[in-house]
T-cell receptor
Framework: DAGVTQSPTHLIKTRGQHVTLRCSPI?????VSWYQQVLGQGPQFIFQ???????GRGNFPDRFSARQFPNYSSELNVNALLLGDSALYLC???????????????FGPGTRLTVL | DQQVKQNSPSLSVQEGRISILNCDYT??????FLWYKKYPAEGPTFLIS?????DKNEDGRFTVFLNKSAKHLSLHIVPSQPGDSAVYFC??????????FGTGTRLQVFP
């Protein structure tokens, strides 16, 4: 079975541009979460989507948005890019949404975004 | 504010010996704790977890200990193998499945 896939693998943008990152969850998984990992830090929670609805949001500005499609794939959009948005963006999927420990989260390899 | 802290950025251990990775947290409401392992160019992979109602969980060579009074958990790897060389992240979760990660500890196991 294919794991969580993300595209593109790498991306270079300039300040002020916008970017769209894509995530395909494991087949059958309904919940998708997005994390940002800045160099030298641990992943930080951005969004969780379940059944096409936003179910959780981290401490990120409104420039960050996301959506989930009927096939449970997801897109993360970032507008007006800043240098500080340079990071590895990780997508994680889980079978369902529940309490901590109910469903294991499986992470994709990430998209490396560089903002110049 | 960093709610989950891993104060050791790196650890070097000889093959066959014990590796001990430490993690501290500040929020007593955290309900569940997890350890993830990350290799370069791959996403984090779940390793082992522990509920706040337990103080120890063991899975093969990996054991996680939780000390709630000290708000401290540790991951023990015995015996350590070269393939264990990776970055290890401690993560905590309140009553949801949102994860709050530490900054990671890079473990190097040498022959």
């Amino acid at each position: 079975d294919a794991g969580v896939t993300q595209s593109p693998t790498h991306l270079i943008k300039t300040r002020g541009q916008h970017v769209t990152l894509r995530c395909s969850p494991i087949s059958g998984h309904k919940s998708v979460s997005w994390y940002q990992q800045v160099l030298g830090q641990g992943p930080q929670f951005i969004f969780q989507y379940y059944e096409k609805e936003e179910r959780g949001r981290g401490n990120f500005p409104d420039r960050f948005s996301a959506r989930q499609f009927p096939n449970y794939s997801s897109e993360l959009n970032v507008n007006a890019l800043l240098l500080g948005d340079s990071a590895l963006y990780l997508c994680a999927s889980s079978l369902d949404m529940g309490l901590a420990g109910d469903y294991e989260q499986f992470f994709g390899p990430g998209t490396r975004l560089t903002v110049l | 504010d960093q709610q989950v802290k891993q104060n050791s950025p790196s650890l070097s251990v000889q093959e066959g010996r014990i590796s001990i990775l430490n993690c501290d947290y500040t929020n007593s409401m955290f309900d569940y704790f997890l350890w993830y392992k990350k290799y370069p160019a791959e996403g984090p992979t779940f390793l082992i977890s522990i509920s706040s109602i337990k103080d120890k969980n063991e899975d093969g060579r990996f054991t996680v200990f939780l000390n709630k009074s000290a708000k401290h958990l540790s991951l023990h790897i015995v015996p350590s193998q070269p393939g264990d060389s990776a970055v290890y992240f401690c993560a905590a979760s309140p009553d949801t499945d949102k994860l709050i990660f530490g900054t990671g500890t890079r473990l190097q196991v040498f022959p």
